[in-house]
């Protein structure tokens, strides 16, 4: 069974630019319409203990009231049984809101076949990244789910907005945040084996470095150029979580948000020290693994309170209490 189907196309890369993606290993971003690994993933994310605040956006969004309902009502004695009440709840929501969705799936998979090539071209550049000969695809599977997780090659993205009415983030912003992170991990195995790979939800600076760097690379203009971030006409911040926290270097009472403090430290090495990505990031380590304390901080009152940081006055305040670091010169 199928939510929706999507009709198949194949890339077009700019004629001017053709020789150059010829010559490289690029993998293939394949959309994956998979109602199996929808239902696996939102039964993942129900009782995923290391996160709670995915259990909490979901049974307190409004949009799954009825699941709520019907899963509250239950007396549930197995997994087989809860799984079958989340189908349930999944077949009826994909068949009443299928038109909102297959419209932005096909709009996806134009942007998919005109863009994508050249714009995983410009990520791996930012990265220093070359892919190995015939790389695996990247696999995006649309979900309902309020979030878009990620593992290994695939990354599953949000169509909850759509199926709303909403304005819905472009796709390939997604693929290339959740692409970075994926990257960012091939990166770190070659040059930091001594960091654990097996559960970055554990690793609090990387779980964070991930998700600051995201932003860092989809902000420079090589990249931003193939990207629909018109709602952020100076820089895209990058997740919710992440955009109330601040940094102050030494004694200065001067706080920057984090995703432009590291902005600014990729742009001063990459342009000015011409500095590889590699050298980037072990200055970015260097930063950030000893803010694991306060950061762990702020994951706390994340899954703790979620969206009210930005509404509760002393939330936010503790939320947004600048991380002091060591002074770092030219940044």
């Known amino acids: 069974m199928s ?17 150059e993606l010829n010559s490289i290993n690029i993998p293939k971003i394949v959309m994956d319409i998979n109602p199996k690994e929808e239902l696996g993933e939102f039964y993942w994310a ?33 997994e087989d049984q809860e799984k079958q009440i989340i189908w ?12 909102r969705i297959e419209g932005f799936l096909e709009f996806s998979q134009r942007e998919l076949n005109e863009k994508s090539m050249e714009t995983l071209i410009a990520l791996a550049k930012l990265m220093d990244y070359e892919w190995p000969e ?15 997780p990620f593992g290994d090659n695939d990354f599953y993205f949000s169509v909850l907005g759509v ?44 779980f964070y470095l991930k998700e600051i ?12 150029k193939f990207l629909d971030l018109h709602d952020h006409p100076e820089d895209y911040l990058g997740n919710p979580d992440i ?8 004694d200065s009472q001067e706080k920057v948000q984090v995703s432009r403090y590291f902005q600014n430290l990729y742009e001063q090495m990459r342009y000015q020290e011409h500095k590889t990505f590699p050298e980037i990031l072990d200055k970015m380590l260097k ?11 702020r994951c706390d009152l994340w899954n703790e309170h979620g969206w009210k940081i930005f509404t509760d006055q002393e939330i936010a305040r503790v939320y947004s209490e600048p991380i002091k670091i060591e002074k770092i010169e030219n940044i």
């Open 163 to 206: 199926a709303q009415g909403k304005d819905q983030k472009a796709f390939l912003d997604v693929a290339i945040h959740e692409i970075s992170h994926m990257i960012l991990f091939a990166i770190l195995e070659k040059y930091h084996p001594e960091i654990p790979s097996d559960d970055t939800h554990m690793n609090v600076p990387i």
């Open 287 to 297: 930063i950030i693994q000893p803010m694991e304390k306060e950061l762990a901080k």
């Open 134 to 148: 015939n790389p695996p695809e990247y696999r995006a599977i649309p979900v309902l789910l309020p979030f878009s």
């Open 88 to 99: 349930d709840f999944l077949t009826k929501a994909h068949q009443r809101d299928r038109e």
């Open 243 to 250: 955009e109330e926290i601040y940094i102050a270097e030494g």
């Open 46 to 78: 129900l009782h995923y203990k290391k996160m709670p605040d995915l259990r909490k956006s979901i049974l307190t969004h409004r949009y799954f009231q009825r699941l709520k309902e019907s899963l509250g009502s239950t007396n549930i004695e197995s």
């Open 3 to 19: 939510w929706v189907q999507i009709p198949p196309g194949s890339h077009m890369a700019r004629d001017t630019e053709q020789k």
């Open 213 to 224: 760097l995201a932003p860092v690379l989809m902000n420079q203009h090589s990249l931003r």
